[in-house]
């Protein structure tokens, strides 16, 4: 039996449990003791703990699953029943809640403060339990419809709505193999020694993992030109089908519900004001763009006096670094380069850096390692990408990865690992609170991966090695900040067209280059004025839009990841500037889950997201400060002149 008590995901518990959830609905809706909004809420929230424990235990069973076409039709099927109990029993709880006026909620506050020690709850009071929930429902109220019209949105979701062409999508991107060549083999043949090419297939995940870890130009290059050959054709034309449909759904809601910008309902979900966000997209263009062709210039130098390069492509854009140290040869060290990380030198890199800032959250990251909460290999049949589920207080977290002994999969460990002691700490706010805005579900993610890269850091015992590490953290800053900018401009300019028609694969392709440049430069013919891009070329990446799952999914979500990183640096600066005390306030924020706005969270740490210049300052500090600090060792080290901007 799982942790969710179930057999598996065809076991008949679970429809069960729906009939019971489904009376319980019932029951609820037909209730006329209005007078006690805290019991009310107490019920409502049990049965959103019952349908997400199903709900998530399905999902993540899938997962891990995608090739088993029964269980798609068992998740499905669920999904739908799950759909038909909300719109027929559920969805007028929270529109009355929304609609309440505000003298009437302030009397339930008052009663239920009043009355809490006498009322067998346990001294529970409404503010407590269910402020922050009660404030996110009515945030959304000048955006609500009519009931019948909510109804109709909910109960066709499963049928009609985003989500089925989603998950074919989602299933087709899974079901993708890529061949590969292998290594040459040499065999002696009669006396003589032949070469013998044999290919391999390999998974998405697999062949992403070789192309930001590969040391070989033309491997990399290789990879990035089979995976985009792979996106082509009938794949990118079912990825613009999704998308349209997201996207048009998308548009015509904002209209509907009177949403004044794309992105304003995603912001009001966060609790962010659109001008906040307006701000930090701006700074990423006007200060981190530079930052980026700045780094990727010196990158471009330094590839070509190490690893040979000749061009500096889209494909070298994350390659690894291969500086010799003074004993090696210019080629590099391959034999402990090249190493695969394993998964116990993984955990004990996660959990050394993790406990030299904070034990606390050391022992819940070797909690949820010891449990096996986490589902480590790169498997065919298994969904791409990596995740944390929180699932709900009690049975949560799991973490989904796809690990394949690189580096990077080592910061995505420390990375998930912050989301899952995130939840730990804030499952104590209940299940309708302990889910944090977007603005801050990243904090204590990337908070993680920095702590894991500062450990890793200050072990290194050269120039050479220190060198490297801050490239590899840079590249993964702006992999967070720059190019999750550049995919929010993509997400913008497919809905905006959206909003004229349906969106073909060769729009979003044009869409896709256009973003691309915007951030990256436009790459000339060596002479052309407009050649502003470190890279060389742009080649063979037309269709890597179409593997992205947030488009699809969760719009306009990947600012989101520029704004928690950017936050993090300046965290980070606070917490090296003023460490006494510093993990109280930060387990502090974390266990607030969803109670608190970013502007409250981050007060205590000195930070003022809202300030018009905070963004811009936090882009310099964090992103400049990186990239000042590798330019000088590259310097050090005889590197050419690295600050100059990309030629």
Known sequence: TSRFGYESP?????????????????????????NHLL???????????????????????????LDNDELKKRKALIGQRQSSITGNYLEWLELDLANLPEDVLAKHYEMSSSSSSNSGLGGDDLAK???????EVRRQQPHNLDKSV????????????????????????????????????KEEEGGSDTTKTTSTTVNMEVLLSRLSSSKDASVRANCLKVLNDGLGGTVSRVAALSLSSVAGSWHIENEER?????????????????????????????????????????????????????????????????????????????????DKITWDEAVQMVERGYRKFSPRMADMFLTMVRERRIDVPATNGKKGGAYCAGVVPGIGPFQLLNFDGTKHDVATLAHESGHGCHDILAYPKGYLQYHPPLTLAETASIFGEMIVFRDLLALAKTPQEKLTLLMSKIDDVINSVVRQASFDRFEELAHTARGKGELSAEELDAAWKQAVEEYYGKVGDGDDNDNDSPFDSYDDISHLWAYVPHFHHVPFYVYSYAFADLVVGTLYHSFQTNPDGFEDRLIDLLASGGTRDFATALAPFGLDPTSSTFWEDALKAHLGGLVEEAEGLAAELGYGDASCPAE
């Open 10 to 34: 065809f076991d008949t518990k679970i429809d069960d449990q729906l009939k019971e959830i489904e009376a319980q609905s019932k029951a609820l809706e037909d209730t006329t003791n209005t």
């Open 129 to 135: 339990h269910y402020k922050a929930y009660l404030d």
């Open 258 to 338: 009177k949403y004044p910008t794309l992105r304003s309902r995603r912001n009001l979900d966060n609790n962010c004001p659109d001008n906040v966000v307006d701000s930090l997209l701006q700074a990423v263009r006007s200060a981190g763009v530079p930052l980026c062709k700045r780094y990727y210039g010196m990158k471009k130098r330094i590839l070509k006096q190490t690893q040979g390069l000749e061009t500096f492509a889209w494909s070298d854009r994350n390659a690894p670094m291969d500086i010799p140290s003074s004993s090696s040869s210019k080629e590099g060290d391959d034999s402990t380069n090249n």
């Open 150 to 185: 909510e109804r109709a949105l909910t109960v066709r979701g499963p049928y009609a709505g985003t989500r089925p062409v989603v998950s074919f999508l989602d299933k087709e991107l899974s079901l993708m193999r890529f061949e590969l060549p292998s290594e040459k083999a």
């Open 39 to 65: 019991e009310i809420l107490n019920e409502w929230e049990a049965i959103a703990i019952r349908r997400a424990t199903i709900s998530s235990y399905l999902s993540l069973s899938y997962d891990v699953d």
